[in-house]
């Protein structure tokens, strides 16, 4: 049993979790309870004493609670899935944006059962059986699923036609939108799911594969009080000026990481490796643990960037209801979010800081990217589009009836942005892997990034009270020298070329030759 005293976060909670509590505690009371207070009270006998202080000048509670029905029919498309429908008609072809995992199940599935069941499940969730066009017509089971299976002679091969499967685009107007095999190898299947980010996000697929286990073994299924396009209504019934105003202040200049480019183009890659910490350590610091992973994150950033503020893109679901706790859909949005690293701070100190900023940031995850960088421009502020992206992921411990399962997360070979670093908690381990553009970010380079973000992760847990510059260089890391200056573009290598050597010839053009002085003097 949890008691009083019990740290919310070491107990199993995250962000999203905590601000759940948030909604349903001002569903409960009938008043606004502001998300931060889950993060500054991380017990229920600190939340408790909090919430009784703030009662008394607390907001009648604005929004009601999201009902079925609301997404209109045909379903309405949410933000997230306007902006993957847009990627995905400028590059139809392209598998970046595909989603899957490969589950080894140990033991023999039934494949006409198994495709039964994958038919049941996507029937329920309107964002995989539903067509991504004008009319959102509901597609028929065979429409919807494609599956295949088929007994192979090693795990090579299977490893083989996975890969090719999840590589294969998906045509999102006609189907499938899932598409799965079962391949049997031995005594032991493998089974592969893989959809267009569109209709998933990492998180659906846990939440997928326990429905079809469940139909699969004649389970019952969870009930669904809402469709996804339901949630999703809901949401944009936000105060939008709310959103803009916190988003068009919170963010400042967005340095220039000089990450080290590869002399030839790499293919993109992704890399991995188990980190120093366990998932209790990241969990047993008294606040979130993805304010830890910023925290982390900013110590080893500003290395590359030459500045003590660095913004970080944090993928963060929007999966903000109990109510959508078992939907399937497209939950994921990027929040730009500042981390000041100071060299003379504790990381305890920017720990703190980072968890006051994802408190204030998640209250308004569900306003778009888009919107956020468009009201910037409008208003004069930097682009605040940052470079690396970070997201945490609580890996669950699968099964298929009595059997186990190992699941895999499946990379495509295209990279969807420069760097993604994924902090994943595992049975009990974390691991931490990074998803990169072999034209923009070296294999080795996001090696060394790996460790040293481990290395930090470190130190965050076990020493926080070290100053952020003595971070790595406490940690034993490669990376302890002074912080990298700041790229160098185009354009001021030229103007610096031209300074070094004004009177050298800047154009030949029509028999006439123009120097550098004179170029400067000619175009004022």
């Not at 962000?15 to 509590?21: F, T, Y």
């Not at 090579?156 to 996975?162: M, T």
């Not at 999703?232 to 709310?242: L, M």
């Amino acid at each position: 049993p949890i008691s009083a005293d019990d740290d919310f976060f070491a107990v199993g909670g995250d962000s999203l979790a905590a601000l759940e509590m948030t909604m349903l505690l001002s569903e409960e009371l009938g008043v606004e309870v502001p998300e931060a207070i889950a993060f500054a009270n991380a017990t229920p006998r600190a939340l408790a004493t909090a919430l009784a202080e703030q009662l008394d000048g607390a907001h009648p509670l604005q929004r009601g609670t999201p009902e079925a029905g609301a997404g209109g029919e045909p379903p309405r498309l949410s933000a997230g899935e306007r902006a993957m429908a847009y990627e995905h008609a400028l590059r139809p072809d392209d598998p970046r944006y595909n989603q899957g995992r490969r589950y080894r199940i140990g033991g023999i599935v039934d494949p006409d059962r198994l495709r039964r069941a994958l038919e049941t499940v996507a029937g329920r969730h309107d964002p995989l059986h539903r067509a991504y066009d004008e009319t959102r017509r509901p597609l028929d089971p065979d429409e919807a699923v494609a599956f295949t299976s088929a007994t192979v002679a090693s795990w090579a091969e299977a490893d083989e036609r996975a890969r090719a499967l999840h590589r294969q685009p998906f045509d999102l107007a006609r189907g499938p939108l899932l598409r799965a095999a079962a391949l049997r190898v031995g005594d032991e299947t493998s089974v592969v799911l893989a959809t267009h980010h569109i209709s998933t996000d990492e998180s659906s697929f846990d939440r997928l594969w326990r429905e079809v286990e469940a139909a699969y073994h004649g389970g019952d299924l969870p009930v669904l009080p809402l469709a996804y396009a339901d949630h999703t209504s809901w949401q944009e019934g936000a105060d939008p000026a709310a959103a803009a105003e916190h988003w068009r202040d919170a963010i400042g200049a967005v340095p220039r990481l000089a990450l080290h480019r590869p002399p030839t183009q790499e293919p993109d890659g992704l890399r991995e490796r188990r980190a120093t910490i366990g998932a209790d350590e990241l969990r047993r610091t008294g606040t979130a643990p993805f304010a830890t992973v910023l925290a982390a994150m900013g110590a080893v950033l500003r290395r590359y960037a030459g500045s003590d503020e660095v913004t970080v893109g944090a993928l963060v679901s929007t999966r903000d209801h109990p109510k959508a706790a078992d939907l399937v859909g497209y939950y994921l949005h990027q929040l730009p979010l500042p981390v000041r690293a100071d060299g003379a701070r504790s990381l305890a100190e920017v720990r703190t800081d980072c968890a006051d900023t994802l408190a204030a940031a998640l209250a308004h995850r569900t306003h778009p990217f888009a919107e956020i960088v468009a009201e910037r421009r409008r208003s004069g502020r930097p682009d605040p589009t940052p470079q690396v992206l970070v997201a945490l992921q609580e890996i669950d411990t699968l099964s298929f009836g009595d059997r186990p399962v190992d699941q895999e997360i499946l990379f495509t070979g295209s990279a969807v942005a420069d760097a993604t670093v994924f902090v994943q908690e595992r049975d009990g381990a974390v691991h931490l892997a990074m998803e990169h553009r072999g034209s923009v970010v070296s294999a080795a380079t996001a090696d060394r990034f790996l460790a040293d973000l481990d290395a930090a992760l470190e130190v965050v847990c076990r020493r926080p009270d070290t100053p952020v510059e003595a971070c790595l260089a406490a940690a034993g890391s490669v990376l302890t020298g002074p912080p990298a200056a700041p790229p160098v573009g185009v354009v001021e290598r030229i103007v610096a070329a031209a300074a070094a050597r004004p009177g050298h010839a800047a154009v030949v053009a029509g028999g006439r030759t123009l120097s550098w002085a004179e170029l400067g003097v000619w175009s004022g």
